[in-house]
């Protein structure tokens, strides 16, 4: 039989159905009770609960103690409730840090399915699992290798270190990473966004195309008209459910700045520009860089990934950088051996057919890069939601 779980409730209002519901729980032991945010902390850090369910009330006094604890007590795992719970509610706690949000109405299955969903980890007594590390790779314009790059990091990603990936192909009209790994998608964005509201995340493994290296994968819709169906907002909802259920999301992004590319750039942690040594590329570069720092991100919020580096010009690395204001996160060799083509004809990333090629030693070293950085700042840094239009104006929504 499952171990106990102590819970502790947090609420300014009187205990709901969700209370009643969870106290009638077996196995479940209510070790105490607040009814005022002030006081919760000391609760928390007292009796170091299994569960906390708070009850979120109208919104943003909860939803900041949220956030807060959620990052001070990583064991602790969070349920929230609200008499009014609006969706918008339920995203911005879930991306504040709730494991679960149980509606008022919310049954005895209901209760028990969200105790089963963290019963691997209460039991064991591990840290709530982080939220994905969230990579985007952005070419300055077409032809850069960005789809390349971010289908052999998660390929790699995958398979080698066994971690839980998930690659998204936001290229939504001329997406091709499914050709490059040779995967048919029989579901695609277009159709988890339609399903949202019902998407159950503990079958993702059931729903979501996977690959031979354990990565799973959404693609672009099929029909290319149908890509603006997919909205940024519907976009960014998805990746919210998603973060928790990942160690690291790839996104194979479009390279001009429209509203989803924009949110999809907002939603990274670490956005890999990809660009080449020639002028009109180095000038966008220059473009890009500029925007990016214009929209507010932290300079260790970029990197840039330099492709096709022909091997005569090693030594004007400092010159290019000097030039472009930035240091170069990584080089990637240019390859005129047909090994790249041939691995997207065969549908195998190189980084799996030839893990000791020159590019794959160099994509493999991004990875621990990448990777690295990400245990070192453990979490996802703070987003700026504000519209691209209003943040180059510095306006306020
Ligand atoms: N370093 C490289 N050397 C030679 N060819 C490359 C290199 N990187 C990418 N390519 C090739 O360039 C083409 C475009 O790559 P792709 O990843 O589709 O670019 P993007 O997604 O930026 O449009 C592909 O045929 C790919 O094999
Ligand atoms: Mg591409």
Redesign the pocket.
Known sequence: MAKEFSWIYISENDPDTVFDALQKQEGGRLIGQCGEWLQGEALLTRLQPDIALLDLGTGEEGLDYLARWSALFPRIRFFCTAGQARPELIVRAMRCGAGEFLLPDADDEEISRALKSVRPGVDSGRDRPARARTVCCF?VK????????AVNLAVAAAKNNGRRVLLIDSKLQLG?AALFLDIKPRISLLELLENLATLEVSRLDAILPGHGSGLHFIAGPENMEEAEKITAAGLGRLLELLRPEYDLIII?CDDHFDEVTIRVLDEADLILT?AQLDLSTVYNLKRTLALFRRMGYAEEKIAVVL??YPQRISDELQSIEGSIGRSICCR?????NGA??ES?NVGEPIILSRPRHP?SLQMAELLNHIQAEGRAKNTAAPRNSRGLLRRLTGRKE
């Open positions: 070419g077409g032809g850069m290798g960005t789809t390349t790059l091709n194979d990809i492709n096709r990637l060799p240019l390859q005129e790249l083509l997207i590019f």
